[in-house]
T-cell receptor, first 111, second 113 residues
Framework: SQQGEEDPQALSIQEGENATMNCSYK?????LQWYRQNSGRGLVHLIL?????REKHSGRLRVTLDTSKKSSSLLITASRAADTASYFC???????????FGAGTTVTVRA | DGGITQSPKYLFRKEGQNVTLSCEQN?????MYWYRQDPGQGLRLIYY???????QKGDIAEGYSVSREKKESFPLTVTSAQKNPTAFYLC????????????FGPGTRLTVL
Protein backbone atom coordinates (compact mmCIF):
# COMPACT_ATOMS: atom_id res chain seq x y z
CA SER A 1 0.00 0.00 0.00
CA GLN A 2 1.22 3.53 -0.76
CA GLN A 3 2.18 5.52 2.28
CA GLY A 4 3.11 8.76 0.57
CA GLU A 5 1.05 10.94 -1.71
CA GLU A 6 2.50 13.79 -3.77
CA ASP A 7 0.74 16.98 -4.68
CA PRO A 8 0.28 18.31 -7.31
CA GLN A 9 0.19 15.41 -9.78
CA ALA A 10 1.68 17.66 -12.46
CA LEU A 11 3.42 21.01 -12.55
CA SER A 12 4.47 23.18 -15.50
CA ILE A 13 6.80 26.12 -14.95
CA GLN A 14 9.02 28.48 -16.90
CA GLU A 15 12.77 28.04 -16.81
CA GLY A 16 14.22 30.04 -13.94
CA GLU A 17 11.10 29.76 -11.77
CA ASN A 18 10.91 27.73 -8.57
CA ALA A 19 9.01 24.45 -8.36
CA THR A 20 7.41 23.25 -5.15
CA MET A 21 5.82 19.88 -4.56
CA ASN A 22 4.44 18.30 -1.44
CA CYS A 23 4.26 14.84 0.04
CA SER A 24 1.85 13.68 2.73
CA TYR A 25 2.11 10.36 4.52
CA LYS A 26 0.02 8.40 6.98
CA UNK A 27 2.16 6.73 9.66
CA UNK A 28 5.22 7.72 11.66
CA UNK A 29 8.51 7.40 9.79
CA UNK A 30 12.23 7.01 10.33
CA UNK A 31 13.09 9.15 7.35
CA LEU A 32 11.72 10.50 4.09
CA GLN A 33 13.52 10.49 0.77
CA TRP A 34 12.99 12.23 -2.55
CA TYR A 35 13.86 10.62 -5.87
CA ARG A 36 13.83 11.85 -9.46
CA GLN A 37 12.90 9.78 -12.51
CA ASN A 38 13.54 10.89 -16.05
CA SER A 39 11.15 9.44 -18.60
CA GLY A 40 11.72 5.72 -19.14
CA ARG A 41 14.67 5.57 -16.75
CA GLY A 42 15.43 4.38 -13.25
CA LEU A 43 15.06 6.51 -10.15
CA VAL A 44 17.87 8.67 -8.83
CA HIS A 45 18.16 9.54 -5.16
CA LEU A 46 18.07 13.27 -4.45
CA ILE A 47 17.94 13.80 -0.71
CA LEU A 48 17.12 12.07 2.56
CA UNK A 49 15.73 13.86 5.60
CA UNK A 50 15.52 12.12 8.96
CA UNK A 51 12.52 12.33 11.26
CA UNK A 52 14.43 14.56 13.72
CA UNK A 53 15.39 17.07 11.00
CA ARG A 54 13.20 19.94 9.83
CA GLU A 55 15.02 21.22 6.76
CA LYS A 56 17.79 20.09 4.47
CA HIS A 57 19.52 21.60 1.47
CA SER A 58 21.39 20.09 -1.44
CA GLY A 59 22.44 22.45 -4.23
CA ARG A 60 19.23 23.94 -5.66
CA LEU A 61 17.06 21.56 -3.64
CA ARG A 62 15.44 22.38 -0.33
CA VAL A 63 13.43 19.81 1.59
CA THR A 64 11.33 20.42 4.67
CA LEU A 65 9.72 17.91 6.96
CA ASP A 66 6.86 18.52 9.38
CA THR A 67 6.26 15.34 11.34
CA SER A 68 3.33 16.87 13.23
CA LYS A 69 1.51 17.35 9.93
CA LYS A 70 3.01 14.24 8.37
CA SER A 71 4.14 16.19 5.35
CA SER A 72 7.23 17.17 3.41
CA SER A 73 7.95 19.61 0.63
CA LEU A 74 10.59 19.68 -2.09
CA LEU A 75 11.59 23.03 -3.55
CA ILE A 76 13.68 23.26 -6.70
CA THR A 77 15.01 26.77 -7.16
CA ALA A 78 15.95 28.42 -10.46
CA SER A 79 14.64 25.50 -12.49
CA ARG A 80 16.29 24.31 -15.67
CA ALA A 81 15.05 22.26 -18.62
CA ALA A 82 17.06 19.34 -17.23
CA ASP A 83 14.85 19.35 -14.13
CA THR A 84 11.97 18.05 -16.26
CA ALA A 85 11.19 14.71 -14.63
CA SER A 86 8.89 12.95 -12.19
CA TYR A 87 9.64 13.38 -8.52
CA PHE A 88 8.73 10.79 -5.91
CA CYS A 89 8.75 10.84 -2.16
CA UNK A 90 9.51 7.61 -0.34
CA UNK A 91 8.92 6.95 3.31
CA UNK A 92 10.29 4.36 5.65
CA UNK A 93 7.55 3.64 8.18
CA UNK A 94 9.06 3.18 11.60
CA UNK A 95 7.50 -0.24 12.01
CA UNK A 96 8.59 -1.51 8.63
CA UNK A 97 11.79 -1.97 6.72
CA UNK A 98 10.50 -1.23 3.24
CA UNK A 99 10.34 2.04 1.37
CA UNK A 100 6.88 3.11 0.28
CA PHE A 101 6.69 5.37 -2.79
CA GLY A 102 4.03 7.87 -3.74
CA ALA A 103 2.61 8.26 -7.26
CA GLY A 104 4.89 11.20 -8.03
CA THR A 105 4.72 14.76 -9.31
CA THR A 106 5.53 15.28 -12.99
CA VAL A 107 7.42 18.53 -13.48
CA THR A 108 7.79 20.14 -16.90
CA VAL A 109 10.19 23.07 -17.22
CA ARG A 110 9.47 25.18 -20.32
CA ALA A 111 12.34 26.97 -22.03
CA ASP B 1 21.96 4.41 -12.82
CA GLY B 2 24.91 3.62 -10.60
CA GLY B 3 26.36 0.16 -10.41
CA ILE B 4 23.18 -1.72 -11.19
CA THR B 5 22.45 -3.21 -14.57
CA GLN B 6 19.21 -4.66 -15.82
CA SER B 7 18.66 -6.64 -18.96
CA PRO B 8 17.06 -6.65 -21.34
CA LYS B 9 15.84 -3.06 -21.70
CA TYR B 10 12.75 -4.19 -23.61
CA LEU B 11 11.13 -7.60 -23.42
CA PHE B 12 8.18 -9.02 -25.27
CA ARG B 13 6.36 -12.07 -24.07
CA LYS B 14 3.53 -14.15 -25.39
CA GLU B 15 0.71 -14.98 -23.03
CA GLY B 16 1.38 -18.16 -21.08
CA GLN B 17 5.17 -17.82 -21.17
CA ASN B 18 7.48 -17.33 -18.22
CA VAL B 19 10.21 -14.71 -18.60
CA THR B 20 13.21 -13.85 -16.43
CA LEU B 21 14.49 -10.33 -15.91
CA SER B 22 18.12 -9.92 -14.96
CA CYS B 23 19.48 -7.61 -12.24
CA GLU B 24 23.16 -7.37 -11.31
CA GLN B 25 24.90 -4.96 -8.93
CA ASN B 26 28.58 -4.34 -8.22
CA UNK B 27 28.03 -2.07 -5.22
CA UNK B 28 28.55 -4.87 -2.68
CA UNK B 29 25.09 -4.16 -1.29
CA UNK B 30 23.37 -6.72 0.90
CA UNK B 31 19.79 -5.74 0.06
CA MET B 32 18.10 -5.92 -3.33
CA TYR B 33 14.58 -5.13 -4.46
CA TRP B 34 12.19 -5.54 -7.37
CA TYR B 35 9.51 -2.96 -8.08
CA ARG B 36 6.76 -2.71 -10.63
CA GLN B 37 5.72 0.66 -12.07
CA ASP B 38 2.54 1.19 -14.05
CA PRO B 39 1.86 4.39 -16.04
CA GLY B 40 1.21 7.39 -13.82
CA GLN B 41 1.70 5.37 -10.67
CA GLY B 42 4.32 4.96 -8.03
CA LEU B 43 6.48 1.94 -7.41
CA ARG B 44 5.04 -1.19 -5.89
CA LEU B 45 7.33 -3.68 -4.17
CA ILE B 46 7.30 -7.20 -5.59
CA TYR B 47 10.09 -8.96 -3.65
CA TYR B 48 13.11 -7.98 -1.63
CA UNK B 49 16.16 -9.76 -0.31
CA UNK B 50 18.25 -8.85 2.71
CA UNK B 51 20.97 -11.39 2.18
CA UNK B 52 22.03 -14.26 -0.06
CA UNK B 53 19.63 -17.21 -0.08
CA UNK B 54 16.92 -15.18 1.62
CA UNK B 55 14.05 -13.17 0.15
CA GLN B 56 10.68 -11.84 1.26
CA LYS B 57 7.41 -11.12 -0.51
CA GLY B 58 6.50 -7.51 -1.04
CA ASP B 59 3.07 -6.06 -1.63
CA ILE B 60 2.37 -7.67 -5.02
CA ALA B 61 4.33 -10.96 -5.12
CA GLU B 62 1.63 -13.12 -6.71
CA GLY B 63 2.67 -14.39 -10.14
CA TYR B 64 6.36 -13.59 -9.58
CA SER B 65 9.33 -15.55 -8.27
CA VAL B 66 12.92 -14.63 -7.39
CA SER B 67 16.20 -16.21 -6.35
CA ARG B 68 19.27 -14.85 -4.58
CA GLU B 69 22.07 -17.35 -5.07
CA LYS B 70 24.77 -14.69 -5.34
CA LYS B 71 25.12 -11.37 -3.57
CA GLU B 72 25.36 -9.45 -6.82
CA SER B 73 22.44 -11.06 -8.64
CA PHE B 74 18.66 -11.00 -8.03
CA PRO B 75 16.73 -12.26 -11.07
CA LEU B 76 12.96 -11.92 -11.28
CA THR B 77 10.76 -14.42 -13.10
CA VAL B 78 7.38 -13.26 -14.30
CA THR B 79 5.28 -16.40 -14.50
CA SER B 80 2.21 -17.15 -16.57
CA ALA B 81 0.20 -16.82 -13.34
CA GLN B 82 0.73 -13.05 -13.37
CA LYS B 83 -2.52 -11.79 -14.90
CA ASN B 84 -1.38 -8.39 -16.07
CA PRO B 85 2.42 -8.39 -16.43
CA THR B 86 2.82 -5.52 -18.89
CA ALA B 87 4.71 -2.88 -16.88
CA PHE B 88 8.06 -1.22 -16.23
CA TYR B 89 10.19 -3.26 -13.82
CA LEU B 90 12.84 -1.65 -11.67
CA CYS B 91 15.55 -3.33 -9.65
CA UNK B 92 17.27 -1.55 -6.77
CA UNK B 93 19.84 -2.22 -4.10
CA UNK B 94 20.87 -0.71 -0.80
CA UNK B 95 23.52 -1.26 1.82
CA UNK B 96 20.88 -2.85 4.02
CA UNK B 97 17.14 -3.21 4.07
CA UNK B 98 15.26 -0.30 5.54
CA UNK B 99 16.08 3.35 5.76
CA UNK B 100 19.05 3.46 3.44
CA UNK B 101 19.18 5.13 0.08
CA UNK B 102 18.26 2.79 -2.74
CA UNK B 103 20.14 2.73 -6.03
CA PHE B 104 18.12 1.88 -9.10
CA GLY B 105 18.86 0.16 -12.36
CA PRO B 106 17.64 1.54 -15.69
CA GLY B 107 14.59 -0.71 -15.79
CA THR B 108 13.09 -3.33 -18.09
CA ARG B 109 9.89 -2.65 -20.00
CA LEU B 110 7.91 -5.87 -20.35
CA THR B 111 5.10 -6.10 -22.88
CA VAL B 112 2.81 -9.07 -23.20
CA LEU B 113 1.63 -9.63 -26.75
Amino acid sequence: SQQGEEDPQALSIQEGENATMNCSYKTSINNLQWYRQNSGRGLVHLILIRSNEREKHSGRLRVTLDTSKKSSSLLITASRAADTASYFCATDPSNDYKLSFGAGTTVTVRA
Amino acid sequence: DGGITQSPKYLFRKEGQNVTLSCEQNLNHDAMYWYRQDPGQGLRLIYYSQIVNDFQKGDIAEGYSVSREKKESFPLTVTSAQKNPTAFYLCASSDRVGADTQYFGPGTRLTVL
